[in-house]
């Protein structure tokens, strides 16, 4: 037998992926004693050997002290965690979803996701809910990520992926415009492609409330008030369509919609769009002539746009910009959405979204109940309909019609859900909260039943990259004594709950499994399997036969809608949920630094990265305004809550506007919970707040 290609000449050092962000970053695994020594694997196009702090010291989870080595049940006498055998805590929990079921019905039981899931475990995930446990009340921390973006994506373009094109096509493009993404801190081995771009004579562009150090990147940086980026939009749509720059070849054979979209914009003159954005008129009409000269240009949304109570409004808005310049299918052109999570791509793909199940398919279309019933062995009338979003599964919980019991799953809660002085609460009201994780997060330490399982060098998965590469991680290591493996949990529960057929534990397995269940779907994963990947470093969805090339690049002859047709949307802009009053002035956004990851569950374990929050970034104007100083706290207060953090003091950001990471406990007590009509997104990125010392 030859040796897989993915080997390299140690015997124990494995080729696989960053436990991390969307990027997946490829990285060389070797064992040193109980820590895990990273190393570069510079073939990987993606990053090309290079990784950001968080990937380089990715090993220190593994034998770290705080590690969860054991399953933990609270104590009713005391209130305590104390430590339980597998058996115990399993035949307990079982023992306590059957009564509650029996009681209440399927329903009573909720299963919460999340995007740093395999494509596996998303699966398994799915089909625990839907055929062990029977209930429709499962969704997934990816609600909170780049719904707003997918949804806009397949009303517009028929299908959702996050890049329609490898990252590195970004090299070949002239403009490339980056709406409310940090890439250079939120992805940074992807900075090198910017550089390429740049050097090869492109421009880049960044919109960003905060000059970032992406901004310090880009030739051209616009910084508009926090919610107006769909403002932008039209505002370019305007100017474009005056300059005589739309593409009416394409627009005429290619998509559909157009008059609507150009008699909207025609109300968006660029003073107008100044005084609702704060953008000055002559930087956006820099940017349109920018775009206008250009053959090619792309216009990748991230969070900053996409996380608004309006996201889907913006992100179509941005789509109908890169449609009327006719860009999409166009070589290195096209909009794209820089997901977010290891696996955002793929955790929402494969079952675990309230209303999909795997392949991308429908959960409330016949046929697809029919196909994936069929792959699971039941009955499709047995499937339960669609079920809550993130944050309604999450306010509902524990009252009259809301889920009893919470299964947690790679999230964690408790810090990155909006409004979590409503959230916490709705936990501590439930009869029975179920955390499986790695570490004690802060979720984890509410629950009444806490299960350790493996990390992503201890066993063997799939991810989807931001690119719609699917990628194996490999088993580097042997998981530490009394955790369990996760695939192996979620089997033996679903057998202990009385699932009416055997999950499979095999990571290959659930993966071929999972194939045919996508199989035919939007998302087709059939012609993929784990040695495949090993050949070929990734292959692209979708992939509808082992004979198949996979698919890179989408578009380049039709859209995925059934006339091959794009779709112009026509939106209006309302504005922020919250807007700004005299007693919260100002505007409050929320994101990420370089060195820590998500709730900071991980990160903030690992030594060697800086964990210095929380803070509140806010304008020397400002400062001076309410006596604050750099270095010394503030309180910042919405109508929500308060958070007492540091002060930086930085002309990077707007005068009227503070933004703190939420990195750490308490900025999501700030945060509102509108979220978006159509992709049920919060709005994390604006409310109105005020800011004292
Ligand atoms: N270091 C690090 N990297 C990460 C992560 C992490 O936690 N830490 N998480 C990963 C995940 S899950 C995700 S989703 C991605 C997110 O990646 P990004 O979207 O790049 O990250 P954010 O910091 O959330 O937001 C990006 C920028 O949006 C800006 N912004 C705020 N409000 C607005 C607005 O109204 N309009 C515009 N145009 N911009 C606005 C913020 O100032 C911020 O600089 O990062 C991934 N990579
Ligand atoms: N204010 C504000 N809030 C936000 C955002 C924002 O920009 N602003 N961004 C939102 C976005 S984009 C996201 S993606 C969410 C993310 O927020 P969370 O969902 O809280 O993300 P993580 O901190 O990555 O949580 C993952 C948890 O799962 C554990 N874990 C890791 N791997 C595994 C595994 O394989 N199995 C299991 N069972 N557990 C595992 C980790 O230890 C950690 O406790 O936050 C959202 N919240
Ligand atoms: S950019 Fe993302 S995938 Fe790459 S090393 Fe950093 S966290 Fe990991
Ligand atoms: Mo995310």
Not at 366 to 390: F, Q
């Amino acid at each position: 037998m030859t040796r897989p290609a993915t080997r390299t000449a140690t015997r124990t050092a494995t080729r696989t992926h960053c436990p991390y962000c969307s990027l997946q970053c490829g990285m060389t695994l070797q064992p040193r004693g109980r820590t895990l020594e990273v190393q570069p694997w510079a073939e990987f196009p993606v990053n090309e050997g290079g990784l950001c702090r968080k990937g380089w010291t990715a090993g220190g989870l593994r034998g770290h002290r705080e590690r969860l080595t054991s399953p933990l049940l609270r104590d009713r006498a005391t209130g305590a965690l104390r430590e339980a055998s597998w058996d115990e805590a399993l035949d307990l929990l079982a023992g306590r979803l059957r009564a509650l079921r029996a009681e209440h019905g399927p329903d009573a039981v909720a299963v919460f996701g999340g995007g740093g899931l395999t494509n596996e475990k998303a699966y398994q995930l799915g089909k625990l809910a839907r055929v062990a446990l029977g209930t429709s009340q499962i969704d997934y921390n990816g609600r909170w990520c780049m719904s707003s973006a997918a949804s806009a994506g397949n009303r517009a373009l028929g299908v959702d992926r996050g890049l329609p094109f490898p990252l590195a096509d970004v090299e070949g493009t002239e403009v490339l415009v980056l709406v409310g993404s940090n890439l250079v801190e939120t992805m940074p081995p992807a900075a090198r492609h910017l550089d390429r771009l740049r050097e090869n004579g492109g421009r880049v562009v960044v919109i960003d409330p905060r000059r970032t150090p992406t901004a310090d990147r880009a030739d051209l940086v616009l910084q508009p008030v926090p919610g107006t980026d769909l403002v932008l939009a039209l505002g370019l749509l305007h100017l474009l369509d005056a300059a005589g720059a739309v593409d009416t070849a394409y627009v005429e054979t290619r998509t559909t919609g157009w008059a609507a979209v150009k008699a909207a914009a025609a109300g968006w003159w660029p003073e107008r769009v100044e005084r609702v954005s704060g953008v000055p008129a002559a930087q956006l009409r820099e940017l349109a002539d920018l775009l206008a000269g250009a053959e090619k240009a792309m216009v990748l949304t991230a969070r900053g746009a996409e996380q608004h109570a309006q996201g889907t409004a913006t992100v179509l808005a941005w789509i109908d910009v890169a449609l009327a310049l006719g860009l999409p299918g166009r070589p290195h052109s096209g909009w794209g959405c820089l997901t977010g999570q290891g696996n955002g791509q793929g955790g929402r793909e494969h079952g675990q979204k309230a209303d999909q199940l795997p392949g991308y398919r429908m959960i409330d279309d016949p046929a697809a109940r029919a196909h994936v019933a069929g792959v699971w062995g039941v009955e499709p009338d047995s499937l339960p309909g669609p079920g809550r979003s993130a944050y309604e599964l999450l306010e509902a919980l524990g009252t009259e019609d809301g889920a009893k019991a919470l299964l947690v799953f790679g999230s964690n809660i408790a810090v990155s859900a909006p409004r979590t002085g409503h959230v916490v609460p709705r936990l501590e009201a439930l009869d029975l909260l179920v955390v499986a994780d790695l570490v004690m997060s802060e979720t984890a330490a509410l629950a009444d039943v806490v299960l350790p399982v493996t990390q992503w060098a201890e066993e063997t998965g799939t991810m989807t990259n931001l690119e719609g590469r699917v990628v194996l991680r490999e088993r580097a290591v042997e998981p530490p004594a009394g955790v369990r493996d996760e695939l192996a949990l979620i089997a033996d529960l679903a057998a202990r709950v009385g699932s009416p057929v055997p999950f499979s534990t095999e990571a290959a397995e659930v993966f071929a499994e999972l194939g045919r269940a996508s199989s035919g779907g939007r998302a087709d994963y059939a012609g993929i399997d784990h040695d495949r990947i090993r050949r070929e470093e990734g292959v692209f969805w979708p992939c509808p036969s082992p004979e198949h090339p996979g698919t890179p690049r989408l578009f380049t002859e039709r859209f995925a809608h059934a006339d091959g047709l794009a779709r112009f949307v026509t939106v209006e802009h309302a504005g922020p949920a919250e807007p700004v009053d005299d007693a919260y002035p100002l505007h409050l956004t929320t994101g990420r630094v370089l060195a820590q990851y998500q709730s900071g569950a991980q990160t903030r374990r690992i030594a060697e990265l800086p964990d210095d929050g929380p803070f509140v970034e806010l304008h020397p104007m400002l400062a001076d305004r309410i006596g604050a100083h750099h270095g010394e706290p503030v309180v910042v207060t919405t109508r929500r809550g308060e958070l007492k953090a540091t002060a930086r003091v930085v002309d990077t950001i707007r005068p009227d506007t503070v933004f703190v990471p939420f990195h750490w406990v308490g900025a999501n007590r700030l945060t509102h919970d509108a979220l978006d009509p159509a992709s049920r997104m919060p709005e994390f990125k604006v409310c109105a707040c005020a800011v004292r010392t």
